[in-house]
């Protein structure tokens, strides 16, 4: 079993894949950063100074020894108190978007830049038969007539 596993490590496709989990993960570390310090604050500017990460209602009670504020989403959430953070959600998915699109740019560009291989024109292989006869009518032509 060993040996399997060996086999099946060293094969160059987990070894990719191994990679690109990797490089996923910081990559999506990236993009988080971009998304949460730099365009969502953007967008929030334009909409009026929101922080959509605060937007979130309140399914259930405060706990009676919760002393912190009540607009505050990180600390309800953190005293067990229900929520319904819409704002994480939107934040996600404009995180989604953004990962998915710089993705989507990045295979056009590797598209781009690797050549396609060219289709090779089929030339149809005749018979060796009909190559022959071919070659006799050829030999005849050429002979002078008498």
Do not use: C, H, W
Not at 7 to 29: C, E, P, S
Not at 51 to 75: C, E, H
Not at 103 to 113: G, P, Y
């Amino acid at each position: 079993m060993f040996k399997e596993f060996k086999t099946f490590i060293a094969r160059g496709n987990v070894l990719d894949l191994a990679v690109a989990v990797i490089i996923g993960a910081a990559f999506g570390k990236i993009v988080t950063s971009l998304t949460e310090d730099v365009i969502m604050p953007v967008i929030g500017k334009i909409f009026g100074g929101l922080d959509f990460s605060g937007y979130f209602l309140r399914m259930g009670p405060v706990p009676a020894n919760y002393a912190g504020s009540l607009s505050d989403y990180a600390a309800l959430k953190k005293a067990g108190v229900p929520l319904l953070g819409y704002g994480a959600f939107i934040t996600q998915a404009a995180n989604f978007v953004i990962v998915a699109f710089i993705i989507f740019m990045i295979v056009r560009a590797v598209n781009r830049l690797i050549p396609k291989p060219k289709a090779e024109v089929a030339v149809p292989v005749e018979p060796a038969d009909v190559t022959l006869l071919r070659e006799i009518r050829d030999e005849l032509k050429a002979r002078p007539r008498v």
